[in-house]
């Protein structure tokens, strides 16, 4: 269906029809640093990536036709084949700065909540993308999480944000999920943490600590563990994964470069990551994991 919205119209999206206007955006590297493929570089190639996109099961997109001169200006609307309905926008270069694709991004989420049954949206954005994550924002969106992520035709990985948007407020809110290792001896691994992964202190309790919250990564929150102290007898060994977007290799140094033992050296896994692990004197198997 049609949308409308104060200076646009929206328009279920028809490659054949649209892909001359929005080559344009699709064949433009400055507007394409972001997306998830390369500059396309023929009207042709822009047409099939738009109906790839729209052939995904339960894509919902428009092309954005400026109703004053009635030019093609952009895409937006709902990504198909995300578990979660995914919000996407792109737009002109040269109409950036006048809030088209936070209005058409509105519609669109008035549209899912509205009329396609949703009941919560997402987008995902790369942590650099500042223009996208402002729409996020002015769009009702906030952070829920991060991931690392990489595109096919870039070599590094990136830190991805998860916003979203419930149509209700939800219920519940985990906030994190911090394994509980059992250790025989709780300073001594804070240190070789400390050391290993650039783990920081969130909390201790007992001197010496017998319990102890640390954090991965410089920040007061995030992902983390609690080491709680037990006879070693009882510290049945656990194995946990970090996934890290950047710094991989430096853990890696850090890691040889610390007093941890069992280490097992960076390789490609068949489920497309590269990981290295090693181990806490109890056993315990640390995975540190980033994209292939
Ligand atoms: C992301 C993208 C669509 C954002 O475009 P944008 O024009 O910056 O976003 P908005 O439509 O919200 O416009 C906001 C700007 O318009 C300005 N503005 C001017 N008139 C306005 C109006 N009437 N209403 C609202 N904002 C207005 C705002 O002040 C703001 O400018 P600022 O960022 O300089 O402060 C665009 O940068 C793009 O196509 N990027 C590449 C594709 C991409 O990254 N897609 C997402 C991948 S996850």
Same mark, same amino acid.
């Given at each position: 269906?049609?949308?409308?919205?104060?200076?646009l119209?929206?328009?279920?999206?028809?490659?054949?029809?649209?892909?001359?206007?929005?080559?344009?955006?699709?064949?433009?590297?400055?507007?394409?640093?972001?997306?998830?493929?390369?500059?396309? +570089?023929?009207?042709?190639?822009?047409?099939?990536?738009?109906?790839?996109?729209?052939?995904?099961?339960?894509?919902?997109?428009?092309?954005?036709?400026?109703?004053?001169?009635?030019?093609?200006?952009?895409?937006?609307?709902?990504? +198909?084949?995300?578990?979660?309905? +995914?919000?996407?926008?792109?737009?002109?270069e040269?109409v950036?700065?006048?809030?088209?694709a936070?209005?058409? @991004?509105?519609?669109? #989420?008035?549209?899912?909540?509205?009329?396609?049954?949703y009941?919560?949206?997402e987008?995902?954005?790369?942590?650099?993308?500042?223009?996208?994550?402002?729409?996020?924002?002015k769009?009702?969106?906030?952070?829920?999480?991060?991931?690392?992520?990489?595109?096919?035709?870039?070599?590094?990985?990136?830190?991805?944000?998860?916003?979203g948007?419930?149509?209700?407020?939800?219920?519940?809110?985990?906030?994190?999920?911090?394994?509980?290792?059992?250790v025989?001896?709780?300073p001594?691994?804070v240190?070789?943490?400390?050391?290993?992964?650039?783990?920081? #202190?969130? &909390?201790?309790?007992?001197?010496p600590?017998?319990?102890?919250?640390?954090?991965f990564?410089?920040?007061?929150?995030?992902?983390?563990?609690?080491? #709680?102290?037990?006879? @070693?007898?009882?510290?049945?060994?656990?194995?946990?994964?970090?996934? #890290?977007?950047a +710094?991989?290799?430096?853990?890696?140094?850090?890691?040889?470069?610390?007093?941890?033992?069992?280490?097992?050296?960076?390789?490609d896994?068949?489920?497309?990551?590269?990981? &290295?692990? &090693?181990?806490?004197?109890?056993?315990h198997?640390?995975?540190?994991?980033?994209?292939?």
């Open positions: 269906m049609n949308l409308e919205t104060a200076r119209e929206l328009l279920p999206l028809d490659p054949g029809r649209h892909a001359e206007a929005l080559h344009a955006v699709y064949g433009n590297a400055a507007v394409m640093r972001w997306w998830t493929c390369p500059p396309t +570089g023929s009207v042709e190639q822009t047409r099939r990536l738009l109906a790839d996109e729209l052939a995904r099961p339960g894509a919902t997109l428009w092309a954005l036709r400026r109703t004053e001169d009635d030019l093609v200006i952009g895409m937006a609307g709902l990504l +198909g084949g995300v578990a979660i309905p +995914g919000l996407t926008w792109i737009l002109a040269q950036w700065g006048h809030g088209f936070t209005e058409a @991004a509105t519609a669109v #989420v008035d549209h899912a909540f509205q009329h396609a049954g009941d919560r949206v987008a995902w954005v790369e942590s650099s993308n500042t223009r996208s994550t402002a729409v996020c924002r769009t009702g969106l906030i952070e829920r999480g991060r991931l690392p992520q990489r595109y096919e035709h870039r070599e590094k990985p990136h830190e991805t944000v998860v916003f948007r419930a149509k209700k407020p939800d219920p519940i809110s985990v906030l994190h999920l911090d394994p509980v290792l059992p025989a001896d709780v001594a691994t240190e070789l943490l400390r050391a290993a992964l650039k783990a920081r #202190v969130s &909390f201790t309790a007992g001197e600590a017998d319990v102890a919250g640390l954090v990564g410089p920040w007061s929150t995030g992902p983390g563990v609690r080491l #709680v102290r037990r006879p @070693a007898q009882e510290c049945a060994p656990l194995e946990f994964t970090l996934d #890290v977007s +710094g991989f290799a430096d853990l890696h140094q850090a890691v040889v470069a610390s007093s941890v033992t069992g280490i097992e050296p960076p390789a896994r068949p489920w497309g990551t590269r990981e &290295f692990a &090693f181990r806490l004197p109890e056993g198997r640390i995975v540190v994991s980033t994209p292939g």
